[in-house]
């Protein structure tokens, strides 16, 4: 089955820097890889996703780029604020059966 | 989470003892999955359902059994609790839709086997 890996698995930046967290998979078949933030004490929220026949998708301070052939994906949140402090998750999917990374806590400093 | 909620929010059982957990949807999605949430190991499918009285196991489904009777209620069971079944326990539903695998997440429950 699919295994995805997530890096690195804490992450701690300063306010307004950049942060990167890298994920690779192993199914070449796996064609949808969300992006999810989880708040303490709440479930995990989607916060951007992209397809296989996509190589980068933007919304405001978040983008994800796929790169197919060596199959990793990563996420880059811009302009770091407080309140991206959370847990990261990526995940893989061939349709609905998703697999999730580990994990990457991201801490912002004020 | 709009449209989807898990009771309990927390609950302490013994071993051996049986627990059922539950997870309500009110938005008449047709996929409903359960996940643990452990330290290390991110997010891992135990069941999943794909319609009523249809579910499925994940990678870690020993232990657990699933019942969905209705669209919008999906029960997740441990029918003897163990020590290595104290997780957080996530629901999660998608609706059946080619344009949209993402799923929406209940707030999870904090099982402790004591």
């Known amino acids: 089955g699919e295994n995805v890996e997530q890096h690195p698995s804490t992450l701690s930046v300063q306010e307004g820097d950049s942060a990167v967290i890298k994920c690779t998979y192993s199914?070449?078949?796996?064609?949808?890889f969300p992006w999810y933030k989880q708040e303490l004490g709440k479930g995990p929220q989607l916060i951007i996703d992209i397809r296989s026949n996509v190589g980068e998708k933007k919304d405001q301070r978040i983008a994800v780029t796929l790169n197919k052939t060596a199959k990793h994906f990563s996420l880059h949140i811009t302009e770091t604020q407080p309140e991206d402090s959370a847990v990261y998750f990526c995940a893989a999917s061939i349709r609905r059966d998703m697999r999730f990374g580990a994990g990457t806590r991201l801490t912002v400093k004020p | 989470d709009a449209g989807i909620t898990q009771s309990p929010r927390h609950k302490v059982t013994e071993t051996g003892t049986p627990v059922t957990l539950r997870c309500h949807q009110t938005?008449?999605?047709?996929?409903m999955y359960w996940y643990r949430q452990d330290p290390g190991h991110g997010l891992r499918l135990i069941h999943y359902?794909?319609?009523?009285?249809?579910?499925d196991k994940g990678e870690v489904s020993d232990g657990y059994s699933v019942s969905r009777s209705k669209t919008e209620d999906f029960l997740l069971t441990l029918e003897s609790a163990t020590s290595s079944q104290t997780s957080v326990y996530f629901c999660a539903i998608n609706a059946d839709r080619s344009d949209n695998y993402g799923y929406t997440f209940g707030s999870g429950t904090r099982l402790t086997v004591v």
């Open positions: 199914d070449s078949a796996s064609n949808y």
């Open positions: 359902s794909y319609g009523v009285k249809d579910t």
């Open positions: 938005e008449n999605h047709r996929y």
